[in-house]
């Protein structure tokens, strides 16, 4: 459904909302929201914020773009089953993880993997980047690939090296895998805002954010902060959230474990960002080091898998089975 009536909305222009004139759809495509859908889906306060437009305009905006777009209803159980028939699974490159997960990373879906520093997230965001560029046979999307970068931790030098043990040309690897550097956490807020402008350009399978909560903790210290952060995160995972329904993508994120538990939650394991990201991810994978490049990735609280744990194994060629 969501594939068909994205179809049906691309057709339609920002002008056939009822109530959009020329000046209006200015100020909306110059704020990034030049889609029906994009539009439909908004939250009021958020939109008239971005776009200058009043709330009161706004609010009937979306109403109506709501209505030509037909988001917001009910929809049947059947309907809901048609629309995961076009979910598609993302290879991670080790057979155990895939398993764990249920066959790969799910379209339509947040994936988070949360573990301390060294545990092993970036190197798998580098791996997931260069399998889906590699056809749907090789367990990939031949897609192009976003990655908001937030703690400078992106290297090509590990994409040409995770490539060529594919027997990829790594050079057509890099062209099609799209880093922007994040420096705070409202630009990272801005820059998943604008992946659905990349994605009229290039087909988009995969939007990763490494690292997911960085710039929000070391901005938002202390209690007095943390609704603000927690509110500013729910929003940006809505975000991202909404990209991978509108575009069948893999939504692939990183987080640490808090290391200060006086300002967190208390558990000096759990990752942050609390039920905001625990909420709005529908799978979390732990990892925890084991020896020798070995790490433990478990999967906790999935909506229809069994908890369980694997081993995989970091070396220079990539992500591979630990056992
Ligand atoms: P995180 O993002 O969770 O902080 P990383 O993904 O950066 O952690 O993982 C770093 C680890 O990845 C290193 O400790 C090392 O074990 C492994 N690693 C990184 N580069 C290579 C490489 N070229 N060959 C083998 N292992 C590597
Ligand atoms: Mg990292």
């Excluded at 967190?264 to 732990?286: L, Q």
């Excluded at 790490?295 to 060629?317: F, K, N």
């Amino acid at each position: 459904m969501v594939e068909s009536k994205k179809a049906e909305t691309d057709k339609m222009s920002i002008e056939d909302i009822p109530g959009v004139g020329e000046a209006t759809a200015e100020k909306l495509r110059d704020s990034g929201y030049d889609d029906v859908m994009a539009i439909a889906v908004a939250a009021p306060k958020d939109l008239s914020e971005i776009t200058g437009i009043g709330e009161g305009a706004i609010i009937k905006i979306i109403a109506a773009a709501r209505k030509l777009a037909d988001v917001g209803n009910y929809e049947t159980g059947e309907e809901i089953l048609n629309r995961r028939k076009n979910v598609l699974k993302l290879t991670t490159g080790s057979k155990n993880l895939d398993n764990l997960l249920g066959g790969g990373l799910e379209t339509q879906t947040i994936t988070e993997f949360f573990g301390e520093f060294g545990s092993g997230k970036t190197q798998i965001m580098h791996q997931i980047a260069v399998n889906a560029t590699t056809s749907e046979s090789d367990g990939g999307f031949n897609s192009d690939v976003l990655i908001i970068d937030t703690e400078n931790t992106f290297r090509p030098e590990r994409i040409v090296q995770m490539s060529r043990a594919k027997n990829l040309d790594s050079d057509e690897v890099l062209k099609r895998i799209h880093v922007a550097r994040a420096f705070n956490s409202h630009h990272q807020i801005l820059l998943a805002e604008k992946a659905s402008q990349m994605a009229k350009d290039f087909n988009i399978r995969l939007l990763i954010v490494d690292s997911l909560t960085s710039h929000f903790r070391s901005e938002y210290m202390g209690r007095g902060s943390l609704s603000e952060r927690q509110q500013l995160l729910n929003r940006h995972m809505h975000d991202l959230l909404r990209f991978g329904m509108l575009q069948n993508a893999v939504i692939a994120v990183t987080n640490q474990v808090a290391a200060r538990p006086d300002v967190f939650f208390g558990d000096p394991t759990a990752p942050i960002g609390g039920n905001i990201v625990g909420h709005t991810a529908t799978f979390r994978i732990y990892l925890r080091k084991g020896k020798a490049g070995k790490r433990i990735a478990r999967l906790i609280d999935s909506p229809y898998l069994p908890e369980g744990e694997t081993v995989i194994q970091l070396s220079e060629e990539g992500i591979l089975d630990g056992i």
